[in-house]
């Protein structure tokens, strides 16, 4: 029996027997082995402090919801800053620290670029994406951060490049379609000139951005959600192929508050439509208390669009100003069609791929 197979059988009396195995294949040939399941310590190491940039932003966002003093108590608010800087120091010095003594792992720079996007440092953030890129151009999630920081920076040539770059590397990942259409639907302009088309086609192009990520991820409301609400800002107002969106949010809600959330857009859209029965009939759908603020101006809008014409003066109609809460948080409804009521909110933000 030769020393490989002795080696072998002691392997498989190990505790750690894939370690084992790795360990003594390397030793005995020189030809490292990467048996699956099995974490080098710097992986771990990373892994590790990866779990402990979680907590921590978790931990500061419980602060900040439950105990954050009033801006009047000017000593409170300032410990508790301090407070808060001295909780993300702790992780960004652990980083700093993981960094030197591995400066040459592509991921760390990832995650910790991505940490400081989450506590606002963009610029911080851009160098150590930056730093990852050149360790790892054939990682795709360091062309998305990247692409993320043109966007919010407002070099948008850029963002185009390195989104089309993120999905070439990757294109079964629909963060990378989603976060390319959101771009190119809100900077249009900037969208218009750099593909040399015009703005029906920019919107085209948005749009089957969204359905290539849908078709990757068909079950995903939110993904859903932002591409029914860009039809919003499309005039003329494509009124079947937004009902057609909504009506598949409608298809993949899980509870009735996304329900209700999903028949108040379709109401809006089929108050514009003219199509007031329909939309009478998804505004009594709506029994949530959330959504009765907002049920209520609608039906007052949907009132004034059936009033019949008379010959006799009438006074304008009104159309309402509200915030429309989304099905399933924050998303984004851009500017409304004409002759409907308006439903402002923010763009989505842009989603993030930390290293798994």
Same mark, same amino acid.
């Given at each position: ?9 002691? !392997? ?57 003093? !009033? ?195 379709? !109401? ?89």
């Amino acid at each position: 029996m030769n020393n490989l197979t002795l080696g072998l059988l002691g !392997a498989l009396l190990a505790t750690n027997q894939p370690q084992a195995l790795s360990n003594l294949v390397q030793e005995q040939t020189g030809v490292a082995v990467v048996v699956p399941g099995v974490e080098d310590p710097e992986t771990q190491e990373l892994r590790d402090l990866m779990e402990k940039d979680d907590a921590a932003l978790d931990e500061v966002n419980s602060w900040m919801s439950s105990n954050r003093p !009033a801006a009047t108590d000017t000593n409170a608010s300032a410990a508790f800053s301090h407070k808060v800087k001295d909780r993300l120091d702790e992780v960004k010095s652990s980083y700093e620290h993981f960094l030197r003594n591995h400066p040459n792992n592509a991921r760390g720079y990832l995650a910790y670029g991505s940490f400081l996007t989450d506590i606002g440092d963009e610029e911080g953030a851009k160098v150590q994406y930056d730093n990852s890129k050149q360790l790892d151009p054939k990682n795709p999630a360091v062309w998305n951060q990247l692409a993320n920081y043109y966007g919010e920076a407002g070099s948008l040539t850029n963002a185009f490049a390195d989104y089309t770059e993120a999905i070439r590397l990757d294109p079964t990942e629909p963060v990378y379609y989603q976060n390319f259409a959101t771009t190119v639907y809100l900077y249009r302009k900037d969208a218009r000139e750099f593909y040399g088309i015009t703005e029906q086609q920019v919107f085209d192009k948005a749009l089957d951005l969204y359905q290539q990520a849908m078709k990757l991820a068909p079950g995903d409301l939110v993904l859903a959600t932002d591409y029914a609400e860009s039809y919003y800002g499309i005039r003329p107002l494509r009124t079947n192929d937004a009902l057609v969106a909504w009506t598949n949010c409608l298809k993949i809600c899980k509870d009735d508050n996304e329900r209700e959330g999903v028949l108040v857009h379709l !109401a809006r859209i089929k108050i514009s439509a003219g199509r007031f029965d329909e939309a009478q009939a998804h505004l009594d759908a709506v029994t949530n208390p959330v959504f009765g603020e907002l049920k209520n101006r609608l039906e007052r809008s949907l009132a004034d669009h059936k009033q019949p014409v008379t010959n006799s003066p009438a006074p304008p109609a009104r159309v309402e100003t509200v915030t429309a809460p989304s099905p399933v948080g924050p998303t984004n409804p851009p500017p409304p069609p004409p002759d409907a009521v308006k439903l402002e909110a923010g763009p989505p933000p842009q989603r993030e791929q930390k290293p798994q």
